[in-house]
């Protein structure tokens, strides 16, 4: 009963929409192989249509996946986003233009309205995440993807070549900077947990596939270049990695579970839709060092 599900690539990117699969129910070996490699084949994205999960629930479907962000086995997020968990689950991270009955931010208002892969900024990011959309606005609050292995392999080989062997720093200082208001950002957001020096160009470690590791929200330098050519290149690649023929468009239904490969995708929330309210929850899979 639970392989009745039906898979539809979205865009010639891969993207995959899953229908009739129950995600409450955890996965045997086979369903869970079967998913990991439709994972990979859909360009790193899969859309889970019509689920309705628990946050426990969530959490778990999430583990089979890895470790997660914020579990006992993993480590947390930034301190900056603490207030922004789930009281009763600190796997999840919550984003929500709303407050809450006590006066609280329900989530994260504006969460990722940047070109990011999730906690670049650490020797480890996030290889998964995975997002349910629990609360909807009637119009807008889509998110785009950008696919960064696409876009690697549209760069000319002699560029390919230039920055071969390059890394760069990413920092949620960047971030920071820019997205979070000075006196919310927390703890020791900034004691050097949240700088980490990455491979321009890393490789998959299940495809083998190549992609551009550099994204706006949290990149801060490419290591070895003066200032000026590192903002000329980093400008170069961002317009190329958001190029259209790379972005997909995720235009939310309800209930939708979407799980991304921060390893091949960039993305960005829009946020387009005045006090509508919106409502979704994430966990976070910890990721191996990028090589
Ligand atoms: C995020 O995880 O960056 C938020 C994405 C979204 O709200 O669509």
């Not at 089979?64 to 006992?72: A, H």
């Not at 208001?181 to 957001?189: I, Q, R």
């Not at 980490?196 to 929200?217: C, E, M, W, Y």
Request: overall charge negative; hydrophobic content about 40%; charged content about 20%.
């Amino acid at each position: 009963m639970r392989r009745n599900h039906i898979s539809n690539t979205l865009s010639t990117l891969g993207p995959t929409e899953v229908c009739g699969l129950d995600l409450s129910q955890p996965f045997d070996d086979d369903l869970l192989a079967e998913i990991k490699a439709l994972w990979h084949s859909a360009g790193g994205l899969l859309i889970f249509r019509d689920q309705h999960l628990t946050a426990q629930q969530h959490i778990d479907f999430s583990r089979q996946f890895g470790t997660l962000f914020g579990s006992p086995e993993g480590v947390p997020l930034q301190d900056t986003v603490s207030r922004y968990l789930h009281p009763d689950h600190p796997e999840i991270y919550r984003v929500s233009n709303q407050i809450s009955a006590d006066g609280q931010p329900r989530g994260r208002a504006r969460a990722g309205t940047y070109w990011h892969s999730d906690v670049s900024f650490r020797e480890r990011p996030a290889s998964a995440s995975i997002l349910y959309a629990k609360e909807l606005p009637g119009i807008g609050g889509d998110t785009l993807f950008a696919n960064t292995e696409a876009a690697y392999a549209g760069l000319s080989e002699t560029m390919k070549t230039l920055l071969a062997d390059v890394h760069a720093v990413h920092d949620f200082a960047v971030a920071a900077a820019t997205q979070y208001a000075k006196p919310l950002v927390m703890g020791d957001d900034f004691d050097g947990s949240n700088q980490a020096l990455h491979p321009v160009f890393r490789t998959h470690p299940d495809t083998g596939a190549k992609s551009i590791f550099v994204n706006p929200g949290f990149t801060s330098h490419l290591a070895g270049f003066h200032r000026s050519e590192s903002d000329a290149l980093l400008a170069f690649l961002y317009a190329h990695m958001t190029r259209p023929e790379y972005i997909f468009r995720q235009v939310w239904q309800d209930h939708d579970m979407v799980m991304w490969d921060n390893r091949l995708l960039m993305h960005y929330a829009i946020a387009d839709y005045g006090q509508a309210p919106r409502y979704l929850e994430r966990t976070t899979l910890l990721g191996e060092r990028p090589v």
